[in-house]
């Protein structure tokens, strides 16, 4: 089942930012929030929250030159061009914690750490849906998963620690590659977080 317990709301339908001049950081991090994202979603859904690690493929490669022989050469090939070319690396033996805010502020990371990535699926309903939900919330939720306008998302968000930020949604009535909305502050909220677990 998806987690549905309290988060910051994410919009019922992906968007799209405009296309706007990125800096070498929000490109990178935009690439790796997308690989992230199109990985996740390979595992299908009603998944478990995921966590990744980000670093300077760049620089990684120098600390562990052995890194190399795990990574294809398209990858190796951008790495040597692009500075803020990214690499991520999944987290295991999350924090226990009942719910993704405490998670992410039980989460800190060492100075080698670039960046932190975070997938997570959400429940959302319409706005006049969501006000009518009861105050219970075993009732809520049984409300929530019974609700015909009830969409389930998948949300990937990505911070650096200069504050660059990329998020990416999928609905799962359009579970296509080609329909997943990406911009800088979709789930504004979220963000937050993620950037705080860098502070």
Do not use: K, N
Request: net charge negative; glycine share 4%; proline share 9%.
């Amino acid at each position: 089942m998806s987690d549905t317990s309290s988060a910051p709301a994410a919009p019922s339908t992906p968007a799209t930012t405009p296309a706007s001049p990125r800096s070498p950081q929000q490109s990178a991090l935009a690439d790796a929030v997308r690989e992230i994202e199109h990985h996740v979603a390979a595992a299908g859904w009603d998944a478990p929250v995921r966590v990744f690690a980000l670093v300077r493929t760049q620089a990684a490669l120098e600390a562990s030159p052995g890194l190399a022989d795990q990574l294809d050469a398209q990858v190796l090939a951008a790495a040597r061009v692009e500075p803020w070319h990214l690499t991520s690396v999944e987290q295991e033996g999350l924090p226990d914690a009942d719910d993704l805010e405490s998670l992410l502020a039980a989460l800190s990371w060492p100075a080698t750490v670039d960046g932190m990535a975070v997938t997570v699926e959400r429940v959302v309903l319409p706005p006049q849906a969501e006000a009518a939900m009861p105050d219970d919330p075993d009732e809520a939720l049984r409300y929530l998963m019974a609700h015909p306008e009830r969409t389930d998302v998948r949300i990937a968000v990505g911070a650096l620690r200069d504050g660059t930020a990329w998020c990416a949604l999928r609905a799962r009535t359009h579970d296509t590659d080609d329909q997943v909305g990406h911009g800088p502050d979709l789930v504004p909220g979220l963000v937050q977080a993620v950037r705080a677990t860098l502070a």
